[in-house]
């Protein structure tokens, strides 16, 4: 079973939503650089539990506990760097019904099917959103190496149960846009509670979150990051392309089942009039400007905003009767899912997708810099 990503900064994640850990191994760190470990933690915190009536009531602290890869001055060492974050708050018995009984939605059939029940079940095991705690250790550090790059990585909730929030004023490459987008970029900075630029739109979102849990159901919706500093002519063509390297580590988070860059699907509706970004000089620089490519072509960047759109599906646990089949008997069963669980994955995503752009982008940099 697999779980890295990256080429020359190589991350593994392991563990499962009930094993004693969840962590992760880095190996490619840049050595000498400093990891800012109070930072790093409130980054983590972000993703964490509980602490809003529509998370999941599993409470858990999720203290990143670095184990090795920093010198005594906290500073990287060149050897693999490795952390943890204990699993204090499990209850599997939560999970006995599912054993022979797949939960619609999630994993449990098809790693049946694959490993015959000798997967963890309870929690999801290796599936679960648990894993996306030790993605967002390494993904905090790379961001920080990131900004002392002078590149920026910001997420929002751009769509929540129907609701939109304004986007990103990523898609217009002019000098006034391009300082609208930092100050989006620094309110998002705040400690707001919905990370969303319209806060009003992050009130009308946590009202249909908390319609949805009343009425035992589960919501989905769309992230949206953007990548600043990034200089042109960072990636490479055609499969090792950043569209390549981000989309196939976005898929890797739980729930997403969409990934789109710039205008994406929209472009399909346009003319080539329409969708082309014209070029000018700007500070005797070739620039586009506009960005309807969202910072990429060829699989390189063009020095523009880098803009990514992620779906996330509704979590499958609902506390509703569902049709499944027993396993061990091959008979139908209803299902009932028990256990602790959210009402939506997206607001707990925000970090995440933030944190897997870091790692794609940093992986990018130190792998094609620019020649």
């Not at 620094?186 to 009202?207: C, F, K, N, W």
């Not at 919706?221 to 580590?249: H, K, W």
């Not at 060829?298 to 646990?317: D, E, H, N, Q």
Request: net charge negative.
């Amino acid at each position: 079973m697999p779980s890295t990503l990256g080429r020359t900064l190589r991350v593994t994640v392991f563990g499962q939503s009930h094993s004693p850990a969840v962590g992760c191994v880095m190996e490619g760190v840049p050595a000498g650089f400093t990891v800012d470990l109070e930072a790093l933690a409130a980054f983590v915190a972000r993703r964490a539990p509980g602490s809003n009536p529509w998370d999941t009531p599993r409470r858990e602290p999720d203290t990143p506990r670095i184990v090795s890869g920093l010198n005594q001055r906290g500073e990287t060492c060149g050897a693999p760097l490795a952390a943890i974050i204990e699993n204090t708050n499990t209850r599997s018995g939560d999970y006995s019904n599912i054993q022979q009984v797949p939960r619609p939605g999630h994993a449990d059939f098809t790693a049946w099917a694959k490993w015959h029940g000798a997967q963890d079940v309870p929690g999801g095991g290796h599936f679960s959103g648990r894993l996306t705690a030790p993605l967002c250790i390494a993904g905090g550090i790379a961001l920080q190496w990131l900004e002392s790059r002078g590149v920026r990585v910001r997420a929002h909730v751009a769509e929540l149960a129907g609701i939109e929030d304004a986007p990103f004023s990523a898609l217009d490459n002019s000098s006034e846009a391009n300082v609208k987008l930092a100050e989006e970029m620094s309110s998002l900075s705040d400690g707001r509670r919905v990370p969303t630029i319209d806060q009003d739109a992050g009130v009308r979102m946590l009202e249909a979150v908390l319609e949805a849990r009343a009425q035992k159901d589960t919501l989905g919706g769309i992230v949206e990051c953007v990548a600043t500093g990034l200089p042109a002519g960072i990636g490479s063509p055609m499969f090792d392309g950043i569209e390549n390297v981000l989309a196939r580590d976005l898929f890797g988070i739980p729930s997403v089942k969409g990934v789109e860059f710039g205008r994406g699907f929209a472009s399909a509706r346009l003319r080539g009039s329409q969708n082309n970004d014209p070029y000018e000089v700007r500070e005797g620089t070739c620039v586009p400007t506009t960005n309807n490519a969202g910072g990429i072509l060829g699989g390189i960047t063009s020095g523009a905003p880098l803009l990514v759109r992620c779906a996330f599906k509704p979590i499958s646990s609902i506390m509703m009767d569902q049709a499944s089949v027993d396993l061990s008997t091959m008979e139908p069963a209803t299902l009932k899912v028990h256990g602790r669980h959210d009402t939506t994955a997206v607001l707990r995503a925000v970090p995440v997708v933030e944190a897997v752009c870091a790692l794609g982008l940093a992986d990018a940099l130190l792998t094609w810099p620019v020649e």
